[in-house]
């Protein structure tokens, strides 16, 4: 488990549980499917989004590229020539990302994420305050990464200030019931299936699920995408999202992780749940546009 934030290594390693939730709101899970856990990196496409919708796809694109890196989600290491974060999925990209959200809602940037992925999850969601204590007092890594960003000029001088927000917004508490319901507002086209409240638009959407696509799961990405094959998010308290577009969303909680910092038991749901049911974006039973074979 992870225990560079002090607080995570107190879960139980033996929690699991599975939810899945359709575009249409159906809702089907197993195990601890209610059990409570920090969101941790799982939060970082939601705010890439909330950047999108803000700033608009060029200017996020000057603090952070689209690119995988292969480099571990903690990396320290930015793009030669522009030193952008390689994405918005690793530290250094989401780092960038809420800055920039912070350099414009200043003081009020936590509620607008804690708004904003509350009504993905169709609840008032809180913060763990112990987990965001715990990774404020020992994320000397992630300070580093901010200092350097701010070096380069990618992010504000409020940099400390737009770092809290991040520590903030990682330990937002979510179930595997939360996670699956935010990744069915994404994979339903922004609108939340069970409230119906649109929370995304729908070419934020298509951004944001690209980005899951081949940056999601750090330096398993490529494998990811080739094995299982749809868009993904993990975190280090052991939550992974995985999202079938306009279909469903899959959440699992395992907080036992491989050295990659995935949960493993999570790649394995994915995995044999893909396989079965052939979820892969490029599996022979996914029969893709259906506005095109209308039209053919
Ligand atoms: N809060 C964690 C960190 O920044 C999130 C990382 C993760 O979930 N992979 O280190």
Redesign the pocket.
């Known amino acids: 488990m992870a225990t560079?934030?002090p607080q995570l290594a107190h879960a139980d390693p033996d929690h699991f549980g599975i939810s899945l939730v359709a575009a249409d709101g159906a809702n089907f899970e197993t195990g601890d499917a209610d059990h409570a856990f920090t969101i941790?990196?799982?939060s970082k496409p939601f705010t890439f989004g909330m950047a999108l919708e803000e700033f608009g796809p060029q200017e996020v694109a000057h603090r952070v590229g689209v690119e995988p890196s292969g480099d571990a989600?903690?990396s320290i290491e930015l793009q030669n020539g522009t030193n952008r974060p390689h994405n918005p999925m690793i530290?250094a990209g989401a780092i960038a990302v809420t800055a920039l959200l912070h350099s414009r809602y200043g003081s009020a940037t936590f509620d607008a994420v804690l708004h904003r992925l509350s009504a993905a999850a169709g609840r008032r969601l809180v913060v763990d305050e112990c987990v965001y204590e715990s990774?404020r007092s020992t994320?000397h890594?992630?300070r580093a990464i901010a200092h350097l960003l701010l070096n380069f000029g990618l992010v504000h001088s409020e940099a400390e200030r737009a770092l809290d927000v991040?520590?903030r917004q990682?330990a937002i508490l979510v179930t595997c019931h939360d996670l699956a319901v935010m990744g069915a507002t994404l994979a339903n086209m922004g609108r939340n299936p069970r409230t119906g409240e649109l929370v995304f638009d729908i070419i934020t959407v298509k951004h944001v699920l690209s980005i899951m696509f081949t940056c999601g799961m750090?330096d398993y990405s490529g494998e990811w995408a080739y094995r299982v094959g749809v868009p993904a998010k993990?975190?280090?308290?052991g939550g992974l999202l995985a999202i079938v577009n306009r279909q469903m969303a899959i959440a699992c909680y395992s907080p036992r992780l491989d050295n990659r910092?995935n949960s493993c038991r999570g790649i394995d749901v994915c995995t044999e749940l893909a396989a079965t049911f052939g979820l892969h974006a490029f599996d022979c039973l996914n029969v893709g546009s259906s506005f095109l074979q209308s039209v053919l």
């Open positions: 560079y934030i941790q990196s799982i989600f903690n530290n990774e994320g890594r992630n991040y520590f990682c750090y993990s975190g280090v308290s910092g």
